[in-house]
């Protein structure tokens, strides 16, 4: 099988599942997107899935705070999702993060944006339109 990603591409003898982690670094505003994948376990929702994630963030992250999930829709109304504020701090730092989850196929992938300070207007509308220029790669079902 083949696997394809940015840079190139491989083969594989044998069916694999991709549960790559990618980061990308931003220099204005100075903040991280963060894309996880990761395969959705049987019998489990998005919404379980959303659920325990934040679960997970508030037991392991000092001075956890976040907003209530809400739904959303990705890619033009064809993924459907959720969004959640949040606010914690990591060694010792304060990060602020909004982050939005979707099931793709047997897929789940997690979304976020970090950054060092609280959310302006600006870095809002930012992520406004990079969360909305999602687009799948592979077809829906």
Request: glycine share 4%.
């Amino acid at each position: 099988m083949k696997y394809q990603f940015q840079e190139g591409s491989l083969e594989f003898n044998s069916n694999y599942q991709d549960e790559t982690v990618h980061v990308i670094r931003l220099t204005e505003p100075q903040s991280t997107i963060v894309i996880t994948r990761e395969p959705i376990k049987q019998g489990q929702t998005l919404k379980k899935y959303t659920e325990n994630q934040m679960a997970v963030l508030k037991k392991s992250m000092k001075k956890f705070l976040a907003e209530q999930s809400q739904e959303i829709q990705l890619a033009g109304g064809d993924l459907n999702g959720y969004e959640t504020v949040c606010q914690f701090e990591k060694n010792g730092v304060k990060l602020f993060q909004r982050m939005v989850i979707f099931q793709q196929q047997q897929q789940i992938i997690v979304i976020n944006y970090t950054l060092l300070r609280k959310f302006t207007p600006d870095d809002i509308a930012f992520w406004e339109k990079v969360k909305q220029s999602y687009q799948p790669t592979i077809m829906l079902s």
